[in-house]
């Protein structure tokens, strides 16, 4: 009964990227069981064909994890697969061709938790294969704030790890972004 991905999703989440995560068998991934039975448990809501969790549910869910430090690290690996996943196929775009909507909006703030999650931890590699989907995406629809926190940090990064060609093309994010 005990879906322990939810935390990971503190924004409502598809249904794909929580089975994604949940489990590790594709096999166990097509089973909406477990979800049905917590939204009947009222533990979770769904709005709009996307699920979140009640507080007290989450707060629940992140002692679970804590308990479970293992499987906290083979869930956070597959919600970073799937995010880029996702982002390989709807961060391919030419964002200079007007887009009016995408379907990296719908999951923004996921996809922003990815992201901060990574320079958090440190995965800098992760971070970067994120970023290179989310270039775009980003100056187009607006997200000058996160653009130049994460170009800050990947500047950072990138100097200390003596990697010229990225920490280049950061500078060059970050100033167009101001500019």
């Known amino acids: 009964l005990f879906c322990p991905v939810f935390p990971a999703a503190r924004f409502p989440a ?9 489990y590790a068998s594709p096999h166990q991934r097509e ?11 009222s533990l979770i809501e769904s709005r709009q064909e996307r699920y979140t969790m009640h507080s007290l549910t989450r707060e629940y869910a992140m002692a679970e994890l804590k308990a479970h430090s293992g499987f906290e690290v083979e869930a956070r690996d597959r919600w970073l697969e799937w995010y880029l ?9 030419n964002w ?22 990574c320079r958090e931890v440190n995965a800098y ?38 990697q ?13 972004t101001l500019y």
């Open 125 to 162: 590699n992760d971070f970067i294969d994120l970023w290179q989907h989310l270039k775009g995406y980003t100056q187009i629809y607006g997200h000058w704030n996160e653009r130049l926190v994460w170009m800050q940090w990947l500047v950072d990064e990138s100097e200390r790890r003596h």
């Open 85 to 93: 996943e996702f982002l390989s196929v709807h961060g391919e775009e």
């Open 164 to 176: 010229n060609e990225i920490m280049a093309d950061a500078m060059y994010h970050y100033s167009y």
């Open 14 to 22: 598809l249904p794909e990227a929580l089975a994604h995560v949940a």
């Open 96 to 117: 200079y061709d007007w887009h009016p909507t995408s379907p990296i909006d719908a999951e923004w703030e996921n996809i922003r938790e990815v992201v901060d999650w």
């Open 31 to 41: 089973n909406r069981r477990p979800f049905n039975e917590l939204y009947r448990l």
